[in-house]
């Protein structure tokens, strides 16, 4: 949806980059700027202008919302009534307003939402900023000479800042490997991560940054809660944050719908069906498909079916990089190809189950199957989780491993106590926008209004709460789906990634699964492009796409070096069909990185 620039240095050191240019991915984002003897701020958002605009004072003061806010309608409602002689500007900026007036930034400790907050209140020539508490929205924050200054998109702070040729090879060798790079690490020396849930306040009079913690993800289970009562719990979390993302004022809601359970849970908590569609993304008619077909029958959603052309991936692939930042690989750029779709069909805000995983399905963890009934167990500790990573024997690869020492170190390798698995999850999935899929949230985040349920507080703290026992083979999320679903349609529906009806027993879905699997099997020795899923048979495509041919044959020496130095290679494959199958990914990594050398966001233009 949104980004900022936010830059404290005094007028005569600022850069004259144009940043709100830079932050113009489409032609519906609408852009602020201030320009003011104390910062420079811009401010980028889409959707209704009576939401999402900044709001102003008569005194100079500025409250912006970058990013989803989820208020409850009644808070709406409230600031709605508010004087007109009061602040100008959007609601979501008058809310925070509102709340500031009344009690500080502690007032905003408990919103909700992928967003930044951004206030300056220009009685105390203070300024706030507010980053959410899962790092979903990113912003990233470097010093120049004693200045502050933040961005949302690290490399158009990169190109304001002058730090563009300042690259950080360890994070680009990490990429290489592991398809992720380690937070707070950028591509750029002296460019990081700002942590979540933090209130900063930049004093512009004293010229000195202080900050607050507002939110950690600190383990709080309860010894004597039950499943059953959490699975309550975080049920009634999600119909809550469900509810604060579609509320009528919002506009009509878009939900990506796929055959399993998290898209259909929120279908399941709509309360206007009428004012929302689902849509499915496909190659080809699959079981996927056919299953969020009628998942949306189900709900009585209208069914908004849109097929890709063959080389989908590849001709978004440079300007979903360019967009993203280049930190995950654009084999999860899945949305930007159909933007302009929604846009058609009316849609103002995009819902998705992203996230369900690495918080309640287990998936930061290393897991094994039981090749008998499919049950996931607990594996012991590798860095090797969710993608491959590869490991080479050069000076490079070897620094990049030695950051992932740190990151999880011996003392939380060797235990597998709750507080300790619950410190491994938050470390690999938190700041949200650093995990591996990140292209696929990021672009449609700075493209149009998305916000994921996941990102509530509310369903965050029950996360908290939540150990991780619990979410191996998906218990407390099936207890949680089932009441959801309890006297639905959707409840009769199977779920694509086992083939049994949420309610089945225990046995059943095992055997479904394991006829599953079979299937698959079988279907792999027939490489074509389409899957059975959602997204297309990357070990086919990478080898038989024209485009993917065409982008990695132009020329990037500077990164071609890089390559070289960081897998000892001597050359590198020619083509993308020269790198083996069981290296697809590697190319994918290898290839996202030169799109992103060639089209990073540092010029208007589009390309270095």
Not at 202 to 220: E, G, K, M, N, V
Not at 270 to 296: K, Q, S, V, W
Request: proline residues 7%; aromatic residues 12%; contains cysteine.
């Amino acid at each position: 949806m949104p980004d900022i620039l936010l830059d404290t240095r005094p007028p005569e050191r600022r850069s004259d980059v144009d940043a709100a240019a830079l932050l113009s991915w489409s032609g519906w984002i609408r852009v602020s700027t201030w320009e003011t003897p104390e910062f420079r701020l811009v401010v980028t958002w889409t959707g209704p202008e009576t939401l999402w605009e900044p709001c102003t004072l008569s005194d100079g003061t500025i409250a912006a919302v970058v990013g989803f806010l989820a208020l409850d309608e009644a808070e709406w409602a409230a600031t709605e009534r508010e004087p007109v002689a009061g602040p100008r500007g959007g609601l979501a900026g008058r809310a925070v307003w509102r709340r500031f007036q009344a009690h500080g930034t502690r007032s905003w400790d408990d919103l909700s939402g992928n967003a930044v907050i951004v206030l300056y209140d220009a009685a105390s020539g203070r300024l706030h900023v507010r980053t959410d508490p899962a790092g979903c929205f990113p912003l990233y924050g470097c010093w120049e000479d004693g200045s502050r200054i933040w961005a949302s998109h690290p490399d158009v702070l990169a190109a304001v800042t002058g730090r563009i040729q300042k690259l950080d090879t360890v994070s680009l060798a990490e990429f290489i490997m592991a398809s992720t790079v380690t937070p707070p690490h950028t591509y750029y020396e002296g460019i990081e991560f700002c942590p979540a849930g933090t209130v900063f306040t930049w004093d512009t009079r004293a010229r000195a940054l202080s900050d607050r913690a507002y939110f950690r993800l600190d383990y709080r289970a309860e010894p004597n809660a039950t499943e059953d009562e959490l699975a309550g719990a975080l049920a009634e979390a999600w119909r809550r944050a469900v509810a604060r993302r579609t509320l009528p004022r919002l506009g009509r809601v878009a939900v990506a719908l796929s055959g399993g359970l998290d898209s259909r849970l929120i279908l399941s908590c709509l309360h206007d069906p009428g004012n929302a569609f689902a849509f499915t993304c496909y190659d080809a008619p699959n079981r996927e498909y056919r299953m969020a077909r009628a998942i949306a029958r189900a709900a009585g959603v209208e069914f908004v079916p849109i097929q890709r052309p063959a080389d989908y991936y590849g001709s978004h692939a440079p300007a979903g990089v360019r967009i993203s930042g280049g930190m995950g690989t654009f084999a999860n750029n899945h949305f930007l190809g159909v933007m302009d779709t929604l846009q058609q069909a009316d849609a103002r805000i995009l819902l998705t189950g992203c996230y369900c995983d690495y918080l309640f399905k287990a998936l930061p963890l290393n897991r094994g199957v039981r090749w008998w009934d499919g049950l996931e167990i607990l594996a012991p500790f590798d860095h090797e989780f969710y993608f491959s990573r590869w490991r080479f024997d050069t000076p490079l690869a070897r620094q990049a491993e030695q950051r992932w020492e740190h990151h999880i170190p011996p003392t939380l390798q060797q235990s597998s106590d709750d507080v300790t698995l619950f410190r491994i999850e938050t470390l690999r999935t938190f700041p949200l926008c650093y995990e591996g899929d990140n292209e696929q949230r990021l672009v449609p985040q700075r493209v149009m209004t998305w916000s994921p349920p996941v990102t509530d507080l509310e369903v965050l703290r029950v996360y908290q709460r939540t150990p991780s026992r619990w979410k191996l083979n998906r218990s407390l999320f099936l207890k949680t789906a089932r009441r959801l679903l309890a006297d639905s349609p959707l409840l009769a529906v199977p779920d694509a990634n086992t083939g049994a009806r949420i309610d089945a027993p225990a046995w059943r879905e095992a055997l479904s699964w394991q006829w599953l699997r079979i299937c698959r099997k079988v279907r792999g020795w027939r490489m074509r492009h389409a899957s059975d899923g959602s997204w297309p048979n990357w070990r086919f495509y990478y080898r038989h796409s024209p485009v993917l041919e065409r982008h990695w044959c132009e020329p990037a020496p500077d990164l071609e070096d890089l390559f070289l130095r960081v897998t000892g290679w001597r050359e590198l494959p020619r083509r993308p069909a020269d790198f083996p199958v069981d290296r697809c990914f590697l190319f994918v990594a290898m290839l996202t990185l030169k799109l992103w050398w060639r089209h990073r966001a540092c010029s208007v233009g589009g390309s270095n």
